[in-house]
């Protein structure tokens, strides 16, 4: 009797033990989960289960990051010359589009083209860097799409601005680099258009059909300047 008595305490502490600290707002303590909770894999984990034996997939074919956008002119001499023919800048020719092309101009560009554009920069003053032509330089004769062409994908020690700007930029810096030439010529201004005087549908607008005749006459053995 006595040891029943003993006995039922010892089931009345180990019954208190068990329950007093549960709480209802955290999961259950399981016997022998099994498959009750999923085992995830590590994202770059090797197992064999995956067809290449790793967890992280690559891409499907054609897939691109977020905020960019795909460029259709390669960097040959004919996606140069393509480019130089057809690419339109597709920003309004605002005020608020020149001045931040001048920042951006300011800050990396004009350390090599000079403010003017006249291609007598700082690091040319210096001798650090030579042949950075002046933007009214009649035999490269410059446009719209080649220098954008050239801030993408960088021409001989120019390199790339592809990283450092977004398609917005690189286009409001073209705009201040064609009126940087403009002035240069002797032209007179271009007039300022509103904001919204063009509506920007697409960035980088695909080739069209003229690009495979350029290019069909580029391929067929014309003397081009190297654009790499
Ligand atoms: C490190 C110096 C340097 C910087 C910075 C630089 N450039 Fe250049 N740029 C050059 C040189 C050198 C060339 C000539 C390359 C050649 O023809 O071999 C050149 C050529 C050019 C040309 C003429 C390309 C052609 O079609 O012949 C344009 C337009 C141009 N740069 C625009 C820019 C713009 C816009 C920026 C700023 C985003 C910039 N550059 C920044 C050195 C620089």
Redesign the pocket.
């Known amino acids: 009797m006595k040891s029943l008595f003993h006995k039922s305490i010892v089931l009345f502490l180990v019954v208190v033990t068990a329950t007093s600290c549960f709480n209802k707002d955290k999961p259950n303590y399981q016997y022998f989960p099994d498959m009750y909770a999923p085992v995830s894999y590590e994202a770059y984990g090797e197992y064999d289960v995956f067809a290449n034996g790793q967890e992280a997939k690559l891409p499907v074919e054609g897939t691109i990051p977020r905020g960019w956008s795909p460029y259709a002119y390669e960097n040959t001499n004919e996606g140069?010359e393509q480019a130089?023919a057809q690419l339109k800048n597709p920003l309004p020719y605002s005020e608020k589009n020149i001045a931040a092309g001048q920042q951006?101009?300011t800050i990396?560009?004009?350390?090599?083209?000079g403010d003017q554009g006249n291609g007598k920069?700082i690091?040319v003053e210096r001798e650090k860097?030579?042949?950075?032509?002046s933007?009214d330089?009649a035999g490269?004769a410059?446009t719209e799409g080649?220098?954008y062409?050239?801030?993408y994908y960088g021409?001989?020690?120019?390199?790339s601005?592809a990283s450092q700007?977004t398609i917005e930029e690189?286009w409001q810096?073209?705009h201040y680099?064609m009126k940087l030439k403009g002035t240069l010529e002797g032209k007179p201004e271009r007039e300022f258009q509103s904001d919204t005087a063009s509506v920007k549908k697409n960035l980088v607008p695909a080739i069209n059909a003229d690009a495979t005749a350029l290019g069909a006459k580029a391929n067929a053995g014309q003397d081009e300047?190297?654009?790499n």
């Open positions: 140069y130089k951006l101009y990396y560009c004009a350390v090599c083209h920069g690091l860097i030579l042949g950075v032509p933007y330089d490269r410059i080649s220098t062409h050239v801030m021409l001989n020690s120019m390199g601005y700007t690189r810096i073209d680099v300047e190297s654009t």
